[in-house]
Every structure is written in C-alpha cells, then in structure tokens.
C-alpha cells in the first residue's frame, strides 16, 4: 500500500501560482507511474497530470501549457507546478500512483483561486 501525503494549497487569485507536493512511502516509488488528480464539488474526480517512472508526461487538455508535473525519485516526491491558475481549477487535489490505487488516496490539498 502506498501512502501518500499532500501538501501545498491555499488560496490565490487568478492568474497566480502554486506548487504542490506529494510525499510517497513506498519502496518501489521510482518506477510507479504518478499523478496528481483533482475533484471539483460537485464533479468527479479527474487526472489532470501524469508522470512515469522515466519521466514521460502528459496533462488534461484543460491544464497543458499552465502545469507542470515533476518528480524527484530519490526523495518520493511528486510536484505539481500550477501557473496562470483560474477559478476553474478551484479543486481539492491529490495524488496517487496512475491508474489510482483505491485504497491510497490521502486527505489531498485544497486549492482555491479566486477571481
């Protein structure tokens, strides 16, 4: 099981930025696949970036050019860059391995942009 710590929300005003962290606790970390998800009220939960093991990313359309995804393995790490933030983006956000494991959601951050 992994276990998984969010870290790194608040509020902000549009067009401001963020970083976000994920502290992982699980051996294997570096060649699990991560992402960073985020669930709106209301709405379902979605990925909106991904990373593998070797580096490879890829983002929700309604992200890619304002978030960047990191990792640094050797510190089970998992970042996520948030730029031009919108009032979209008003989200409780986690992560988790990529698909997502049931049963190792955290609490997750709250991030919420105001306009």
């Known amino acids: 099981q992994v276990q998984l710590v969010e870290s790194g929300g608040g509020l902000v005003q549009a067009g401001e930025s963020l970083t976000l962290s994920c502290a992982a606790s699980?051996?294997?970390?570096?060649?699990?696949?991560m992402g960073w998800y985020r669930q709106a009220p209301g709405k379902q939960r979605e990925l909106v970036a991904g990373?593998?093991?070797?580096?490879?990313?890829n983002y929700a359309d309604s992200v890619k050019g304002r978030f960047t995804i990191s990792r640094d393995s050797a510190k089970k790490l998992v970042y996520l860059q948030m730029n031009s933030l919108k009032p979209e983006d008003t989200a409780v956000y986690y992560c988790?391995?990529?698909?997502?494991?049931?049963?190792?959601w955290g609490q997750g951050t709250q991030v919420t942009v105001s306009s």
């Open positions: 988790n391995t990529n698909p997502a494991r049931g049963n190792s």
């Open positions: 990373i593998t093991g070797g580096g490879n990313t």
């Open positions: 699980i051996n294997i970390f570096r060649i699990l696949t």
